[in-house]
């Protein structure tokens, strides 16, 4: 297969099995703050950590425990997953990035392999772009789809390349927030007045993830959202998140890139019911088109998925991503 000839053809769809493989392609490494080794959480793994529970209840779903915690105004579920996720990008992105002891992984190959295509992603993670920006082809002041406002820690630095693909997260980043409103002086009173911007900020915020992303620091902005308030929760009903200024913004933006595409290739997304009104809004603006599915279900997603959304050329190629990646990525055309 010619990468070169069909990387601007395609678009890549990222769910959590992308990231499956991450820590053993890094060596498993240690995360330093709790001794154990730092990986991408699985839903089991999260149900321990989150909740304190081996399984989940016979009449529930992950999504319905999420929900009940911040029912009950008890939101330190969601801390802990996105402690973890992001825990999981300080310790094993050094590894795998260009210049780390394992860079050359499946996840730099694929990168490098595929170097315009964009990639959207239901992740709430920064492993794709802390992996690109140490390869020199991204950064966040345009990388996410939208303009993002940055700091640098000094006037002498400043940005030099632009991204060649963007990063855009339908779901959100722990690393973006967005402000709707401004400060205005209104008179001589010296009062600062808060205004309504016609259009909002989005605002580079990398938390505790900032020694990733040198030489860009965090935009200083009056309207500070914390991590806990950039993303859209995994609960049942995401319609009241899909509204939020960043998602709408980077939903027309996929919009774009899903309408010029040749063939779409879903990486370890289950496509499941739960995110159904997140996901129908790509599926409409593909129709027609070739989706690949990247799973080791894919052959059962498939079958369900062509007898729901018929319009749409399904594909399967019923692999993990490692395997997919080290065996050429059957099912691109």
Known sequence: ???????????????????????????????????????????????????????????????????????????????????????????????????????????????????????????????????????????????????????????????????LRPVIHLHGSLCVYSVAFDLKRQDESGIDMLKYKKEPDFIFDPDRLGNCFVPFKPALHFGYKNVLGRVIAPIPNKAKGLKKDFIKSIYRKAAEFLHSVVQIIVIGYSFNKYDHVSYAPLLADAACRKILVVAPNADNMVKRLSKEHPCIQWKASSWSFRDWVINDYPGIT
Do not use: H
């Open 1 to 163: 297969m010619n990468n070169s000839s069909t990387g601007e053809q395609l678009l890549f769809l990222l769910g959590a099995g992308f990231n499956v493989d991450a820590a053993s392609e890094a060596r498993n490494p240690r995360a330093l703050s709790s001794g154990r080794p730092a990986k991408y959480p699985l839903v089991n793994e999260l149900i321990k950590s989150c909740f304190g529970m081996d399984t989940v209840p016979p009449d529930k779903s992950i999504e319905d425990l999420f929900q009940d915690s911040i029912d009950k105004d008890k939101r330190g579920s969601l801390k802990t997953l996105y402690d973890m996720l992001m825990e999981a990008d300080y310790y094993i992105s050094p590894y795998l990035k260009k210049g780390g002891s394992q860079q050359d992984n499946v996840y730099t190959k694929f990168l490098r392999d595929f170097p315009k295509a964009p990639l959207l992603t239901f992740n709430y993670d920064s492993l794709p772009e802390i992996l690109l920006l140490a390869e020199g082809t991204w950064n966040p002041e345009d990388g996410y789809g939208v303009p993002v406002q940055v700091s640098y820690p000094s006037a002498k630095i400043i940005n030099k390349y632009k991204s």
